[in-house]
């Protein structure tokens, strides 16, 4: 089975995009893709890890995904925030551990990224762009918001991850970061990176070539270093390890900025 299936099923319910479009739906975005120029951007479909499969609950609980999916649609229709939640959660649980994983590249973590449409960052989080000195690759207006918001450094507040839609799984987080607001440092420098802004550029412009590569990119996600058999653990509690377990506590931040760091060193070479 794919990492988490359950959880991932919850997860295409929660931001309401179909995570592998049909074969119709797929090609019209692949065309419109080729269109623009360049190989990298094209859209993949993603190879299944041997051992692994989409049917997994067929005959055990055929209606399991769909059961999973109803109940996190109706809660989430009730609590919006929830659907940042679960985002998170698939990532911890199917990334962190990986953080060396040759699986992905730039295209796919410049996708995974847009999962920052939606949730809401605490000013601790980016702090270090308005003081001592405004950062520079942000615009003036958006340094206000933000200034009213955070007015010193140490508040205890948060505000949204994406200031156009904050409750709408969409692509505006690119449009804001070609607008230079975006909240966070690694979000913004996949704008100001050479290597990555076409990726951004792309996204900002075609909404279903971003909701195609982000159901790609969540199914590699997935598929990396899958724990089978005895493997792995059933958390007694689901906001934490069990304990005598241990958490690498890298960041989702410091994965991105070493994939565009390695884009872009690979952009400057060819």
């Known amino acids: 089975m794919v990492c988490a299936p359950l959880l991932a099923a919850a997860v295409v319910a929660a931001v309401a995009v179909a995570c592998s479009p049909g074969y119709g739906a797929y090609a019209a975005a692949e065309q419109e893709a080729a269109g623009a120029g360049g190989s990298d951007l094209r859209l993949r479909q993603p190879p299944i890890t041997r051992g692994l499969s989409f049917d997994f609950y067929k005959r055990s609980c055929p209606r399991a995904e769909s059961i999973v999916r109803d109940f996190v649609r109706d809660a989430v229709r009730k609590d919006v925030g929830l659907a940042a939640g679960l985002l998170r959660l698939h990532f911890h649980d199917c990334f962190v551990q990986s953080y060396h994983s040759p699986d992905l590249d730039a295209t796919d973590l410049v996708a995974l990224s847009g999962a920052h449409t939606v949730g809401l960052g605490h000013c601790a989080s980016f702090e270090g762009r308005l003081f001592p000195r405004p950062d520079p690759t942000m615009s003036p207006d958006f340094l206000g918001r933000l200034r009213r918001t955070c007015p010193a450094k140490g508040t205890?507040?948060?505000?949204?991850?994406?200031?156009?839609?904050?409750?709408?799984?969409?692509?505006?987080?690119?449009?804001?970061?070609?607008?230079?607001?975006?909240?966070?440092?690694?979000?913004?420098?996949?704008?100001?990176?050479?290597?990555?802004?076409?990726?951004?550029?792309?996204?900002?412009?075609?909404?279903?070539?971003?909701?195609?590569?982000?159901?790609?990119?969540?199914?590699?996600?997935?598929?990396?270093?899958?724990?089978?058999?005895?493997?792995g653990q059933v958390r007694r509690n689901c906001s934490a390890r069990n304990p005598g377990t241990t958490d690498d506590g890298l960041e989702w931040s410091s994965l991105v900025q070493?994939?565009?760091?390695?884009a872009a060193e690979s952009y400057s070479t060819s």
């Open 156 to 231: 205890d507040a948060r505000t949204v991850l994406d200031v156009r839609t904050p409750d709408v799984f969409d692509n505006k987080y690119y449009v804001n970061l070609v607008n230079r607001e975006g909240l966070l440092v690694s979000d913004q420098d996949l704008f100001t990176n050479d290597a990555t802004r076409p990726i951004v550029e792309r996204f900002a412009r075609s909404q279903r070539y971003f909701f195609h590569q982000f159901g790609v990119s969540m199914v590699k996600m997935g598929q990396i270093r899958v724990l089978t058999g005895g493997q």
């Open 258 to 262: 070493t994939v565009v760091d390695a």
